[in-house]
RNA sequence: UGUCCGAUGGUGUAACUGGCAACACGUCUGAUUUUGGUUCAGAAGAGUCCAGGUUCGAGCCCUGGUCGGACAACCA
């Protein structure tokens, strides 16, 4: 990782972030041999997304930057979402991402039994009672934020009835939502949080790990913190949605923990403009078919996006770009597309493809004949060294690179204009021909000018361009899937006029392109391989890809200063 | 009429115990270029939500507002 850019350098004074204040401030008051233990948390009942990739980087980053480690945690305690599936695919998205969480990976549901225990222990303190309420009186007696709540009749219950109680739930001897188990706090709390908070449930549902080991589960605030507990976690970073929990989190820890203890720390989720990130939302994309399933290169998942051709090293600067601080945010999409363009320019070997070719035949070259000319594979990293490129009387060029009535600044080819064939000649348009019937360019007629081939000195001669183009005879025909934003609205989640975020879908998210004519370098790419088509943008081949039909997806178009003008 | 959190160029983050707003993306010039890419040089753009206060001095501290967000699953 240390093509990493490492703006981060600790030994000068960089600025730290507010995260990193509290972690330097609390390490001085360390041993010498420790350090910080963080945690990645995720449940197991979606796909990763790039928020949580910043998650990753966040604690992994830490962990890294101040000498500790940071375990993987599934946070599994709700049996009904999650699924092995997501497991598999959160680890294969952090170890791309390039963290390694060595043996440290455990799951909420490895504590079961010491959850158990510790319920159990705050049943004897008085601190928790067996309500036999149902869902709906719980959550009627719950009050709003401005009203207090009401005590359950329950409450008052004695603690070996609540001890006896308890155990019969674990035994199923009582039907889901029968009874739950309540911490003991406050019904009046101006905290929703301390009224009495839900701490495990019966759910006879089989447990992806657990099968049917258990029928209650507990629910996320008693298991995440005695979780981290259990772990010594130093630092229980998460989102600000989970402020308002911190309260609860030290509430049981005050009654449980002996000895060190976790403390947790809120920043604000990462937003991204034109698409949406919660993962409820993401479901739906996938489940309604309106993408091609939690990797569909349009999708901001991690899985995604390494379909459509990002770098770990893109997102990793990416996420440290970005910040962490605790006021809401929207990144622009176009700073995720600078971090990929940067790591891609430097490690991208460059290829021609013609996207929307129209014909050219060069009418002074030699019928059949075809040279090889030699290109450079990528300008920005000349060990990349160099590739042959065929070429011949019959090329095909980018339709857009003509124009018969070119505005002031075009420089491109023109009638009776000149050009330079990238590596190749420099050639002058002599003639247009056109289908009659509807007036479209059906082939360019140029001459060559043989002097003027790449390396030798009639090659100097200055040409107002240089445009790419692919040798019909030689060329691949691949297919090409362009991809736009998802949506056409910056936040289409954010709506408060009752639309929904699906009907702000972009119908042109995705342009399949077929039979575009690509080099015959091509051949050999494997899946992931990025390219550069030059003047195009980036592309990464599609997995889905077989050896007699490639498919490219587009990663992101180049910096396009030209497109911008008209 | 609750509690908690936040507010700095278009966007995102900085500004160490108060010392005269910085960096990145984006935008706009210009140079270089066999990619209208890259690179390089430069510019514009905020006076820090508002009002008071403390201070020689406030983006940082205090008070009161305003605006935005989170919280009322047996989800996480």
Redesign the pocket.
Same mark, same amino acid.
């Given at each position: 990782m240390a093509d990493i850019v490492d703006n981060k350098d600790r030994t000068d $004074?960089k600025?730290?972030?507010?995260i990193e204040s509290i972690v330097e401030r609390d390490i001085k008051d360390y041993p010498e041999n420790k350090s910080i233990l963080t945690r990645f948390p995720p449940?197991p009942n979606g796909y990763l997304h790039i928020g949580h990739a910043k998650s990753i980087c966040l604690n992994f980053g830490l962990a890294e930057a101040y000498g500790g480690k940071c375990n993987l945690r599934f &946070?599994d305690?709700?049996p009904e /979402?999650e699924e092995t599936e997501y497991v598999d695919s959160i680890k294969e998205d952090i170890r791309w991402l390039g963290f390694d969480w060595e043996n440290r990976e455990y799951y909420a549901s490895d504590y079961f039994d010491r959850l158990y225990d510790f319920a159990i222990l705050l049943i004897k303190k008085g601190f928790a009672y067996i309500d036999d309420?149902?869902?709906e009186e719980?959550?009627a007696t %719950?009050g /709003?934020?401005?009203k207090p709540g009401i005590e359950s009749p329950y409450r008052g219950r004695p603690v070996g009835e609540n001890l006896d109680l308890f155990e019969r739930m674990k035994n199923g001897e009582f039907p889901?939502?029968?009874k739950?188990l309540r911490a003991k706090i406050d019904m009046s709390s101006?905290? +929703?949080?301390l009224r009495d908070p839900?701490l495990y *449930?019966? $759910?006879k549902v089989s447990h992806h790990r657990t099968g049917d080991a258990w029928c209650i589960?507990p +629910?996320?605030d008693f298991? =995440?913190g005695q979780s981290d507990y259990i772990e010594g976690i130093t630092h229980s970073i998460c989102t600000?949605?989970? @402020?308002? =929990?911190r309260p609860l989190y030290d509430w049981l820890l005050d009654h449980i923990a002996e000895g060190p203890r976790p403390h947790q720390y809120e920043f604000?989720r990462l937003n991204l403009n034109y698409t949406v990130m919660s993962k409820r939302r993401l479901l739906e994309l996938v489940n309604g078919k309106y993408v091609n399933g939690w990797d569909d290169p349009r999708m901001p998942t991690i899985s995604a996006m390494r379909r459509r051709g990002y770098t770990p090293v893109s997102i990793r600067n990416f996420s440290e770009?970005?910040?962490?601080? !605790? *006021?809401?945010?929207?990144?622009?999409v176009?700073?995720l597309e =600078?971090a990929v363009? @940067?790591d891609l #320019?430097k490690i991208a070997q460059?290829r021609m493809a013609v996207l929307d070719p129209v014909k050219l035949v060069i009418v002074n070259y030699t019928e059949g004949k075809v040279e090889s000319l030699k290109a450079r594979n #990528?300008?920005?990293n000349e060990e990349d060294g160099f590739r042959e490129v065929p070429f011949g009387r019959e090329l095909y060029i980018e339709r857009e690179d003509f124009m018969e009535d070119p505005p002031k !600044?075009?420089?491109?080819l023109v009638p009776g204009g000149e050009v330079?064939l $990238?590596?190749a000649y420099i050639i002058k348009c002599e003639e247009v021909v056109k289908n009659p019937e509807t007036g479209e360019i059906i082939e360019i007629r140029c001459s060559y000018d043989p002097d003027t !081939?790449?390396?030798m000195t009639g090659?100097q001669r200055k040409v107002k361009?240089?445009?790419h183009w692919v040798s019909i005879d030689q060329s691949i025909k691949t297919e090409v899937r362009l991809y736009d934003r998802l949506f056409i609205d910056e936040d289409p989640a954010g709506k408060k006029d009752g639309t929904d975020f699906k009907d702000y879908l972009n119908p042109n998210s995705l342009k399949i392109l077929k039979d575009v004519p690509v080099e015959p370098s091509i051949i050999g790419a494997k899946p992931l391989n990025k390219f550069?088509f @030059? %003047?195009k943008g980036y592309f990464c081949l599609d997995p889905d890809s077989s050896s007699d039909k490639l498919i490219f997806n587009r990663t992101v178009t180049? *910096? &396009?200063?030209?497109a $911008? !003008?008209k």
């Amino acid at each position: 990782m240390a093509d990493i850019v490492d703006n981060k350098d600790r030994t000068d $004074k960089k600025s730290l972030n507010f995260i990193e204040s509290i972690v330097e401030r609390d390490i001085k008051d360390y041993p010498e041999n420790k350090s910080i233990l963080t945690r990645f948390p995720p449940e197991p009942n979606g796909y990763l997304h790039i928020g949580h990739a910043k998650s990753i980087c966040l604690n992994f980053g830490l962990a890294e930057a101040y000498g500790g480690k940071c375990n993987l945690r599934f &946070d599994d305690t709700n049996p009904e /979402t999650e699924e092995t599936e997501y497991v598999d695919s959160i680890k294969e998205d952090i170890r791309w991402l390039g963290f390694d969480w060595e043996n440290r990976e455990y799951y909420a549901s490895d504590y079961f039994d010491r959850l158990y225990d510790f319920a159990i222990l705050l049943i004897k303190k008085g601190f928790a009672y067996i309500d036999d309420q149902s869902a709906e009186e719980v959550s009627a007696t %719950r009050g /709003t934020p401005t009203k207090p709540g009401i005590e359950s009749p329950y409450r008052g219950r004695p603690v070996g009835e609540n001890l006896d109680l308890f155990e019969r739930m674990k035994n199923g001897e009582f039907p889901n939502g029968s009874k739950l188990l309540r911490a003991k706090i406050d019904m009046s709390s101006p905290n +929703m949080w301390l009224r009495d908070p839900a701490l495990y *449930r019966i $759910k006879k549902v089989s447990h992806h790990r657990t099968g049917d080991a258990w029928c209650i589960y507990p +629910m996320y605030d008693f298991a =995440h913190g005695q979780s981290d507990y259990i772990e010594g976690i130093t630092h229980s970073i998460c989102t600000l949605e989970f @402020e308002v =929990h911190r309260p609860l989190y030290d509430w049981l820890l005050d009654h449980i923990a002996e000895g060190p203890r976790p403390h947790q720390y809120e920043f604000a989720r990462l937003n991204l403009n034109y698409t949406v990130m919660s993962k409820r939302r993401l479901l739906e994309l996938v489940n309604g078919k309106y993408v091609n399933g939690w990797d569909d290169p349009r999708m901001p998942t991690i899985s995604a996006m390494r379909r459509r051709g990002y770098t770990p090293v893109s997102i990793r600067n990416f996420s440290e770009r970005v910040g962490v601080a !605790k *006021r809401d945010n929207i990144i622009d999409v176009a700073f995720l597309e =600078h971090a990929v363009r @940067e790591d891609l #320019n430097k490690i991208a070997q460059r290829r021609m493809a013609v996207l929307d070719p129209v014909k050219l035949v060069i009418v002074n070259y030699t019928e059949g004949k075809v040279e090889s000319l030699k290109a450079r594979n #990528n300008p920005e990293n000349e060990e990349d060294g160099f590739r042959e490129v065929p070429f011949g009387r019959e090329l095909y060029i980018e339709r857009e690179d003509f124009m018969e009535d070119p505005p002031k !600044k075009f420089f491109r080819l023109v009638p009776g204009g000149e050009v330079r064939l $990238k590596y190749a000649y420099i050639i002058k348009c002599e003639e247009v021909v056109k289908n009659p019937e509807t007036g479209e360019i059906i082939e360019i007629r140029c001459s060559y000018d043989p002097d003027t !081939k790449s390396g030798m000195t009639g090659s100097q001669r200055k040409v107002k361009g240089t445009i790419h183009w692919v040798s019909i005879d030689q060329s691949i025909k691949t297919e090409v899937r362009l991809y736009d934003r998802l949506f056409i609205d910056e936040d289409p989640a954010g709506k408060k006029d009752g639309t929904d975020f699906k009907d702000y879908l972009n119908p042109n998210s995705l342009k399949i392109l077929k039979d575009v004519p690509v080099e015959p370098s091509i051949i050999g790419a494997k899946p992931l391989n990025k390219f550069q088509f @030059e %003047r195009k943008g980036y592309f990464c081949l599609d997995p889905d890809s077989s050896s007699d039909k490639l498919i490219f997806n587009r990663t992101v178009t180049l *910096r &396009d200063t030209w497109a $911008k !003008k008209k």
